[in-house]
């Protein structure tokens, strides 16, 4: 039972534009997510994080919005940059699920 | 070493055969979990270690899969008799206690068994 699911299993965008990556979850319990970024070859590493507390999260380019009546998530890169270009993946707090297969990214020059 | 370690980077074993996989997790850091992850397959959780508790290991996926951990330090995670559906990438993460739920992933070890 994947209790979260990202929809998307690719997107391409162009330099300087908006990416938006979305994520949906089933369990209400989930009190505090994070997203990670992995390139290949590499472990993933963290990138953002939102507690339920909030419907905000921003750090420089990054934004995550979660609506928690829809229970959903959604990551914001703007403007996207071609090193941005990975596998995102989101997970709740205390991350012993299988996380699913991500939302590989491609930002072109 | 500043990071998560793990060793080694690759292993390319027959079938059959028994493989030994280490993580040496950041230093300090109570918690430490494995994940593989197959071809066109997403993060699996394996195993999950916090502190002197009894680890939780509702993800092995059978009893030819076993890990152990010295006190808070280094972790081995041990495929007896593998198979091919065992080639994958095996990630170990590591994280400290009372935190909010970051992990720190390693490089990963990937398994090829032919």
């Known amino acids: 039972d994947q209790q979260v699911k990202q929809n998307s299993p690719s997107l391409s965008v162009q330099e300087g534009r908006i990416s938006i990556l979305n994520c949906d979850y089933t369990?209400?319990?989930?009190?505090?997510f994070l997203w990670y970024k992995k390139y290949p070859a590499e472990g993933p590493t963290f990138l953002i994080s939102i507690s339920s507390i909030k419907d905000k999260n921003e750090d420089g380019r990054f934004t995550v919005f979660l609506n928690k009546s829809a229970k959903h998530l959604s990551l914001h890169i703007v403007p996207s940059q071609p090193g941005d270009s990975a596998v995102y993946f989101c997970a709740p707090r205390g991350s012993k699920l299988i996380w699913g297969l991500g939302t590989s990214l491609a930002v072109n020059p | 070493g500043a990071g998560v370690s793990q060793s080694p980077s690759n292993k390319v074993t027959e079938k059959g055969k028994d493989v030994e996989l280490r993580c040496d997790p950041i230093s300090g850091h109570t918690a430490l979990y494995w994940y593989r992850q197959r071809l066109g397959q997403g993060l699996e959780f394996l195993i999950y270690?916090?502190?002197?508790?009894?680890?939780?290991k509702s993800g092995l996926p059978s009893d030819r899969f076993s890990a152990e951990r010295t006190g808070e330090s280094v972790s081995t995670l041990t495929i007896q008799r593998t198979q091919q559906e065992d080639s994958a990438v095996y990630l170990c993460a590591s994280s400290p206690a009372r935190n909010t739920g970051e992990l720190f992933f390693g490089e990963g070890s990937r398994l090829t068994v032919l």
């Open positions: 369990n209400s319990m989930f009190d505090y």
């Open positions: 270690f916090q502190g002197n508790s009894a680890p939780d």
